[in-house]
């Protein structure tokens, strides 16, 4: 870039441009010149800089268009990780050198922005993965078409063409067999389109769950970013319970281990070092410890991604209750088919027998008189009317009905910060009887603040009282700065240091920065860590053994629960820098300063030291923990999310039990469970709350008779949350649980339904659960509880609606074709009543939104039957109602209404499709009596039922040939209208009955 402060600048950039054309011939000739080609061009430039001002800063060397990573063999750098291989590794150099090579400095990752990325992106490929062929509108649509009742109707449908055009001629034969085409058709299409449609949400919504969030180290500064956007060239930061993004080689940090079963199928955990093992994985899981890997292979070049090329997201996947609705379907399939067979046989008989009759009067059969085209066209008939009533008796609408509600529930839950893997935790989540929750993030804010420090037994509230002795501060600086898994990060451009971590990390590492001037890089560079022990969610407590650079001393520091760190002190520091002695009083009066912060919801967090000689500290496998001497006491202070107590609250009156299950003292857990609601001041609370190592300890016998009273469990283990929802379990109890942590993992996947945080959680707890709540926010997991109730709900609402129709249709054409001989209803109009309960009604009834009357309901547990007491007096009353309108149209509708058989037929049609729409608003309330309450918010049902409605209209009005219809008056309409609508007040009615008489 020419800044034109040389008036001869024309000239300078000539020059300028031939000594580029000059470098890159040279550095392009070879390609162990073009690696150095950066550092090797730079003195050119900077003689360039006599003749001409330039921009030589790095970020500005893409400017050059110079080739990228001429060094780099993309093949084997992609096998270099999956192979395990040394020899290539030390070709390039070692770790260090590979991460020169591929322009990235390993303490500030990559540097030049988006056209960095690009650039890599373009060289080395996306951390994307290849999917199998989504399937295509096509292939729902065939298969739909295989039903084998579906291929019979077309079957009988053409051979009534090819019947009718022979007997009637071309004008006149088509149009039977070409209406039941036609309407076979159009439910197969609305079918496949609603079941592609879903698909293709399903989809989008297992990428969403997939689409993970990770730590990167750019331009410097350590950064979230998607899985997706990892690129070759990346340093990922890496912690206990993350998931390895990508494979790459691990370039520093401590006490690694790696659990690579998903790989290699070997359970046990596998060391990392730079020297015996660099080697990462990607898809496999940090099991302990943490670190820095630098990226060198993503997407397909992965070991991973060349798996996940074979594997496909399972959009069909089976819900318990989906299983439960097969089964009935299949049950009342055998009994619709059942019905069928009988009519065929009743219906043939009559029909040789001489017992049925066309539409002027006379016989259909005479034997010696009938031809042989009729005979096939009427037994053609016999058999279609047959196959539909098969078609309509079999509710395949129910497993649509549970694939939309759960589509429609999912998307929903989505907006309200709920993200859905797996199907069945929608349903399941309705049926939850007890919540067992951990505080930090769900209960709390989460946002963790350094309120107390107290020296030994000395409060030192203001920044003032910090004036201690310089050897404590040192000690405490070291304790604070270099026993920590967060990062300060202070860029020139901004005036404030940028903390990352963890919300405890960043809550102390604030403190030391701000309240004692800890100078981060000064320290790091003063002191070298030797080992690490990372932070153990049993001990409570991690460490870490330094030594100072110039003096040489040695010391170990301890960070973490305040009573598990003074049981292994023997003295503490005073102002002046004193150590004293901990006897028996001074260890009580250090308790109960633990006791007192606890009591007021603090966080209490301590740190104490030991110094070393260089001589006993060789050989140790694990850092020292006795003898040592306490720093101070930090109160960190996380408070209760506001709405928290409302929702709390609300899960009580729903029936459901919360119960808290947390890591901190028993104070501490007692007080946060009086401010959320969970415990109750005015109860007896004693019995109430137990601690982990006290409830292990239980018999069986006497941890069954407890388990249902207790509420909190304080200084809880992974191993004390995994026993509790066992017993829970065994108690019949459906259990959910939230977590955050890898330590969850083991509870999470053994609960009925797992909810993991999206912000705090560590992908192995999101892996081991079936729902992520994205804002970590427990009223979301209330939400969650009400949408599950409501995915129950409607589903029960749709089975009450279709199976009054399938009794209704069935019982009809029965008693009509054993008595008269004919079916009253014809395939064409049949097929449309499958369309309007399977695809229309399943759609306006599973989109119901959750109410707060679902929370007035106890839990219906795991026995409770799915087809209850309520929906079976409500739809046997709709369908004995419907029965008896129908057939007292069917034997006295032409005398009532003065009309003939055909439309007599229609308004048995008319009525009996009428009586669905009106009975659709009955089923929107199961045991409620005002069914119209918060319909207008459901705009689709609305929308849906008009719609009905209007296709009804132009069915009777407009299509007679297809529908085998007749034009109705206004009288007859409004008949239809009001037999339809007695079923509102029949349905009210029925209401009023007492549960205990039913």
Known sequence: MISGKDCSGRKAQKRLRLVFRATYFVVSLSKKAARHSASAFCPILQRAQSYVAIDIHPANHHNLDFEPFLDVDRNVLADLVKDKNFDDLNKYGGIKKLAEILETDEKNGISGGDYSIKKRVDEFGSNTYKRAPVRSFVSFLWEAMKDSTIILLLLCATLMIGFGIKQHGLKEGWYEGGSIIVAVVLVLAVSAISN??????????????????????????????????????????LKTGDHIPADGLFLDGHSMKVDESSMTGESDQVEINETQNPFLLSGTKVMDGYGHMLVTSVGMKTTWGQMMSTVTHDTNEQTPLQARLNKLTSYIGKVGLFVACLVLVVLTIRYFTGHTFDKSGKKEFIKGHTNTNHIMNSIIGIITAAVTIVVVAIPEGLPLAVTLTLAYSMKRMMADHALVRKLSACETMGSATVIC???????????????????GKESLKEKRSLEISSDVMELLKQGVGLNTTGEVHISPSCDFPEISGSPTESALLSWAVFDMQLNIQQLKHAYEILYVEPFNSEKKRSGVLVRNNDSRIIHVHWKGAAEMILAMCSNYYVRNGMPIGIDGQEKRQLEMVIQDMACRSLRCIAFACKRLTEESQLGYEHLPDTGLTLLGFVGLKDPCRPEVKDAVESCRKAGVTIKMVTG???????????????????????????????????????????????????????????????????????????????????????????????????????????????????????????????????????IQFQLTVNIAALVINFVAAISSGEVPLTAVQLLWVNLIMDTLGALALATEQPTDDVMDKKPVGRTQPLITKIMWKNLNAQALYQVTVLLVLQFRGSSIFNVNKNVKDTLIFNSFVLCQVFNEFNARKLERKNIFEGILKNKLFISIVGTTVVLQVIMVEFLQRFANTERLNWGQWLACIGIAALSWPIGWLVKYIPPNSE
């Open 437 to 455: 929750t951990d505080k930090t993030g769900t209960l709390t804010l989460n946002q963790m603040q350094v309120t107390e420090f107290w020296l």
């Open 664 to 798: 901190d003292n028993i104070f501490t857990a007692r007080s946060i469970a009086l401010d959320c609601g969970i415990l109750k001041p005015n109860e007896d609370i004693n019995d109430a709350i137990v601690e982990g190592a006290t409830f292990r300890n239980y018999s069986p016998e006497e941890r069954m008779a407890k388990i249902d009273g207790i509420l909190v469990m304080a200084r809880s283990t992974p191993f004390d949350k995994l026993l509790m929802v066992q017993s829970l379990k065994q108690k019949g109890q459906v259990v959910a649980v939230t977590g955050d942590g890898t330590n969850d993992a083991p509870a999470l996947k053994e609960a009925d339904i797992g909810l993991s945080m999206g912000i705090q959680g560590t992908e192995v707890a999101k892996e081991s659960s079936d729902i992520v709540i994205l804002d970590d926010n427990f009223n979301s997991v209330v939400t969650v509880l009400k949408w599950g109730r409501c995915v129950y709900n409607n589903i029960q609402k749709f």
């Open 196 to 237: 592609f449609k879903q698909s293709r949400q399903f989809l989008q919504l297992f990428g969403e769950s997939s689409n993970i969030e990770v730590e990167v180290v750019r331009d410097g500064r350590r950064q979230a970013t998607s899985i997706f956007d990892v690129v070759v060239g990346d340093i990922v930061c």
